[in-house]
């Protein structure tokens, strides 16, 4: 079993900045895809950003630029800082813990979520 922790969310305004947070623990196996993935009323979770053991990154289009990801493999620990704000990122954030082989598939583990809140 694998558990993930997150942190850093909350309430800013447009154009602000903030950085999620997110531990795994338990049975974490070492070649894995570690991201984010974040889900607003009424819609479908969508990928944020991934990012592999090895470094590979891939982001969403809508953060292309404003958003970046990056890990603590030692840690266990993905980040996501989140810059320039807007209030269509406003959702709750899932980190995600999956085999590298399932792409970004919606598949893996799961944390908690971390809601997220932007106001303009």
């Known amino acids: 079993q694998v558990q993930l922790v997150e942190s850093g969310g909350g309430l800013v305004q447009a154009g602000g900045s903030l950085r999620l947070s997110c531990a795994a623990s338990?049975?974490?196996?070492?070649?894995?895809?570690m991201g984010w993935y974040r889900q607003a009323p009424g819609k479908q979770r969508e990928l944020v950003a991934q990012i592999t053991s090895g470094g590979s990154r891939n982001y969403a289009d809508s953060v292309g630029g404003r958003f970046t990801i990056s890990r603590d493999n030692a840690k266990n620990t993905v980040y996501l800082q989140m810059n320039s704000l807007k209030p269509e990122d406003t959702a709750v954030y899932y980190c995600n813990l999956k085999p590298v082989a399932l792409g970004t598939a919606l598949r893996g583990y799961w944390g908690q979520g971390t809601q997220v809140t932007v106001s303009s």
């Open positions: 338990g049975s974490v196996f070492s070649v894995n895809a």
